[in-house]
C-alpha cells in the first residue's frame, strides 16, 4: 500500500501561484501523478513524473505554467502552478502506481493509489 496527502489548495486570483505537496508513506512505488476534476466533468490528467529519473509529463493545458518535481529524500511530490487560471479550478488529487508503462501515464485507471484530494480554487 502507498498512503498519499496532498496539501497546499486554496483561494487564489488569476494570474496567481499555488504549490501543491504530496506526501507518499508505505511500498515503493515509480511514478506520480497529478490529476484534477472540476464540478461536473470528468476526471483529467495534469502531470506525472517518474520518481526515479525524474522524466516528467504535462498536459498540453498545462505546459508552460504548471511544474512537477519531486524529492526522493522527503518522498513528496509537488506540483507548482503559475499563472492559474479560473478554468484550472477543480480537487486535484496526486496518484502513485509501481508499474505503469509510457503510453499510460495519462490515464486514471492505471494507478493504484490515491489522495484524498484538494480544492483549488481560482477567482477571476
Known amino acids: 500500500q502507498v498512503q498519499l496527502v496532498e496539501s497546499g489548495g486554496g483561494l487564489v486570483q488569476a494570474g496567481g501561484s499555488l504549490r501543491l505537496s504530496c506526501a507518499a508513506s508505505?511500498?515503493?512505488?515509480?511514478?506520480m501523478g497529478w490529476f484534477r476534476q472540476a464540478p461536473g466533468k470528468e476526471r483529467e490528467f495534469v502531470a506525472a513524473?517518474?520518481?526515479?529519473?525524474?522524466?516528467?509529463y504535462l498536459a498540453d493545458s498545462v505546459k508552460g505554467r504548471f511544474t512537477i518535481s519531486r524529492d526522493n529524500a522527503k518522498n513528496t511530490g509537488y506540483l507548482q502552478m503559475n499563472s492559474l487560471r479560473p478554468e484550472d479550478t477543480a480537487v486535484y488529487y496526486c496518484?502513485?502506481?509501481?508499474?505503469?508503462?509510457?503510453?499510460?501515464?495519462?490515464?486514471?485507471?492505471?494507478?493504484?493509489?490515491w489522495g484524498q484530494g484538494t480544492q483549488v480554487t481560482v477567482s477571476s
Open positions: 496518484a502513485a502506481d509501481s508499474n505503469i508503462p509510457t503510453s499510460s501515464v495519462t490515464r486514471q485507471y492505471n494507478y493504484d493509489y
Open positions: 508505505g511500498r515503493t512505488f515509480y511514478t
Open positions: 513524473i517518474r520518481w526515479i529519473g525524474g522524466r516528467v
